[in-house]
């Protein structure tokens, strides 16, 4: 019998000064059994980054031609892809033939950093790129099946937290 994904809902306030950005979104994340609390934050906080009213998740882990988050137009294009982890040049190539903008986040600082040694030199003909790692060890005990958070951004810091913890977490630009 497969294991079936954990539902976790979680209303995730968001007050973003660097781009002036408030707002409260409802969400429903489905967490695939392979899928670590820390990956989730990990999306959690990228969404936060990026809030805006088209942005969604999509199937994941569970789609290999869907990012983890996008923003699509009115007209059905990909404005921005969202991806985690340590890419092939194969799906950076696609993400970035078919969006307009291509994110990565990298969480796990000693297979990104081997990853990032690895590819770095191949990134530079791809301009709608940007990579960047987030730094955010201890902060998965967040996660939960329902959760209340708020997320603070100023000046590229981020500042997480819930009724009972609270978290400076940091994105380092590595490209873009």
Known sequence: M???????????GIADMDRHYYETHELTIAQHPSETSARVLIR???????AHVNLQFTKGLSADDE???????????????????QLDEKRIRKAC????QVLIYTYHDRKA???WEQIAAKLDRYKNLSVSH????????????????????????????????????SV?????
């Not at 294991?3 to 995730?12: A, E, F, Q, Y």
């Open 134 to 169: 987030i730094h955010a060890a201890g902060a998965e005990i967040l996660i939960n099946r329902n959760m209340q958070l708020q997320c603070n951004i100023q000046d590229g810091d981020i500042y997480i937290s819930d009724a009972d913890n609270a978290f400076d977490i």
């Open 113 to 115: 950093a081997v990853w």
């Open 44 to 50: 959690l906080i990228a969404f936060a980054l990026n």
């Open 97 to 100: 033939g078919r969006s307009r």
């Open 172 to 176: 380092e630009k590595k490209y873009g």
């Open 2 to 12: 497969a294991l079936s994904s954990t539902i976790n809902k979680v209303s995730l």
């Open 67 to 85: 990012p983890e988050l996008w923003q699509k137009s009115l007209t059905d294009e990909i404005e921005l892809w969202v991806d985690f982890g």
